[in-house]
């Protein structure tokens, strides 16, 4: 089986990323393991032009495709993003709202093979867990309209930057054991 585990912050080196680390480390004990970051990615917004709700092809070609590509390919999906504004990064909005002509709400839709798995890891520098709540939330609604199974949650707080991340290491590696 397969799994990815998608950094969703467009820092490449940050906590997310150290996150990121972590999970890679325990998952390829059980898994062939393939990573991402959002930024790596280049794709424009989206248009909100609904061409796709009657094509299920959206009308720009840009790196979104080569995203999907390897939601399609993994089994399993462990989303990381930090909160930016009480949600997902900006970069990560954009994409998910680039999924539109995924999305199970219209007919076609370009449909993902069946039976993923999705996992989500949030983390935050405020101290409140409602807001980590949130943003975990948010990408469970994304998996949701992909018929991408909300199979579990992590939601941190309280790490602004990498070193602080080394607190969490242990009940991150016990999150992604149960993966
Ligand atoms: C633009 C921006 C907005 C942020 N907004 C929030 C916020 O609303 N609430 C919060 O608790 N932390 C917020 N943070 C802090 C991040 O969630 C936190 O630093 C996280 O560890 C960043 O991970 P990263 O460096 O991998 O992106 C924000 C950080 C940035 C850069």
């Known amino acids: 089986m397969k799994a990815l585990i ?18 890679v480390s325990v998952l390829k004990e059980k898994y062939t393991v393939d990573t991402a970051c959002i930024d790596d990615y280049s794709f424009s917004y989206c248009k909100g032009c609904r061409v796709c709700h009657n094509t299920a092809k959206c009308v720009q070609r840009d790196d979104v ?8 390919e993994n089994d399993i999906l462990v ?29 076609p839709y370009a449909e993902l093979p069946r039976g993923k798995k999705g996992y989500c890891i949030t983390l935050r520098t ?10 975990a939330s948010s990408i469970e609604h994304f998996y949701g309209h992909l018929n991408i199974e909300a199979a579990g949650k992590l939601c941190l707080t309280n790490i602004e930057y990498r070193m602080n991340v080394e607190a969490k290491r242990s009940e991150i590696i016990r999150f992604c054991g149960q993966i």
């Not at 467009?10 to 990121?20: D, F, H, L, M, R």
Request: with cysteine; aromatic share 10%; charged share 20%.
């Open 65 to 72: 495709e080569y995203l999907m590509r390897k939601l399609a």
């Open 6 to 23: 998608l950094n969703c912050s467009p820092v490449k080196n940050g906590a997310t990323a150290e996150i990121c680390n972590i999970a």
């Open 79 to 107: 989303l990381v993003s930090p909160s930016y504004w009480g949600d997902v990064p900006g970069q990560f909005k954009a994409f998910i709202d680039r999924c539109t002509p995924w999305c199970n709400t219209h007919e």
């Open 126 to 135: 405020g101290s409140g867990i409602a807001e980590s709540e949130r943003v």
